[in-house]
């Protein structure tokens, strides 16, 4: 059985003990990270948030927001591999630690979206309805409108073995009905020093990848 994906984003948050960072810290950072980033604008927010954004607004969108009690890291429409963003996450951090001296991160979440085709599947919305949730064309009618786009959210806590959660969010997609997008953020409540175990993040990040490309895919393709 065929299948294909393709990531449309890739959203990273980190959480830290409230702080505040002189200004020209960030500025630093913008300094260091626009040209290898690609990062076009400097923004301060009213409420002491700093935003930094790339230069393009098409494809390969980066947004960083730096806040008292957190770090968001952005890339949307993206248009290279995972391992790229890795690089620019991980290249990040380093600049982020060597200016702020800020290395804990209390814990973290990762968010990645992506298309999914599998051979087979003509519709999606079909798939979805009859083959997963096994409803007839009759269970629809009480809303008297045809069915344009379906979905489904599923949360897996974490565990005393593995305290990692995700929380899965699978539509068919409104202009292609061959199309899945799913969405599956990783909560990640341990801990990282992010300047020694920075290997740590990375590999939470590929879990997250991989529980979309293995679990996720691997429980359509069960009702083909």
Do not use: W
Request: charged content about 25%; aromatic content about 12%.
């Amino acid at each position: 059985m065929e299948t294909s994906t393709r990531m449309i984003a890739l959203i990273s948050e980190f959480i830290m003990v409230p702080v505040e960072i002189q200004e020209k810290k960030f500025r630093l950072i913008f300094d260091k990270i626009s040209d290898s980033h690609s990062i076009g604008s400097y923004t301060s927010l009213t409420d002491g948030t700093i935003q930094m954004a790339s230069k393009s607004q098409k494809t390969n969108i980066s947004r960083y927001m730096i806040m008292k009690d957190r770090v968001l890291l952005s890339y949307e429409f993206c248009e290279n591999s995972l391992n790229y963003y890795l690089g620019l996450i991980d290249d990040f951090f380093n600049i982020f630690y060597r200016e702020t001296n800020i290395n804990t991160f209390l814990m973290h979440s990762i968010t990645i979206r992506k298309l999914i085709n599998i051979s087979g599947i003509e519709d999606a919305r079909h798939f979805l309805i009859k083959n997963i949730f096994s409803l007839k064309e009759e269970n629809l009618k009480c809303f008297q409108k045809p069915l344009h786009m379906c979905g489904v959210r599923m949360f897996f806590p974490g565990t005393i073995d593995n305290n990692t959660a995700f929380d899965i969010r699978m539509e068919t997609v409104m202009d292609d009905f061959k199309t899945f997008f799913v969405e599956n953020k990783g909560i990640f409540p341990q801990m990282v020093d992010i300047n020694k175990n920075s290997v740590t993040v990375m590999n939470n990040i590929k879990s997250t990848d991989n529980f979309i490309d293995k679990n996720i895919i691997s429980f359509l393709e069960q009702f083909v």
